[in-house]
């Protein structure tokens, strides 16, 4: 099981761990490891909230910005079979072969955040 929550205005993937008994969190989007660790999802919440403070504390005093960075170039290799479909696809909608596929991922990218949102809006009630 898996699941995120916001802490602190960060995203954190909590996920059981069977064979400890334990809860793993381990923020999103962060430089650097920042995991916590609690038996409950109560108390998930309260270790997540101490492991940030004191992630982002460091970074302060190392002057580090704790985000990670992106630069909005990905390499993707797929099967010529594949690329030959996309190609095919993109051409169909009158698209060159990126913006389809950048559409493609912003479609399913908008998807997965509002599957999320439902999730988290079930966790909190």
């Known amino acids: 099981m898996s699941t995120i929550l916001e ?3 960060y995203q ?3 996920s059981d761990e069977p064979d400890n008994g334990f809860f793993r969190g381990e923020f999103l989007g962060l430089k650097g490891g920042a ?3 609690a038996p409950d999802l109560e108390k998930i919440r309260q270790e997540g909230e101490a492991s940030l403070r004191v992630f982002l504390k460091m970074c302060s005093e190392d002057e580090v910005d704790p985000n ?3 630069s909005g170039k990905i390499e993707l290799s797929v099967s010529p079979d594949l690329h ?3 190609a095919f696809l993109a051409e169909v909608s009158g ?3 990126q913006e389809w596929i950048r ?3 912003q479609q ?3 998807m997965e955040r509002e599957s999320f949102k439902q999730l988290l809006k079930s966790i909190r009630t």
Do not use: P
Request: aromatic letters at 12%; a negative charge; proline letters at 0%.
């Open 103 to 105: 559409e493609v991922l």
């Open 68 to 70: 990670l960075e992106f």
């Open 84 to 86: 030959e479909r996309l």
């Open 95 to 97: 698209k060159s072969l």
């Open 35 to 37: 995991e916590f660790y």
């Open 7 to 9: 802490i602190g205005g």
């Open 12 to 14: 954190a993937l909590i």
């Open 108 to 110: 399913r990218a908008d």
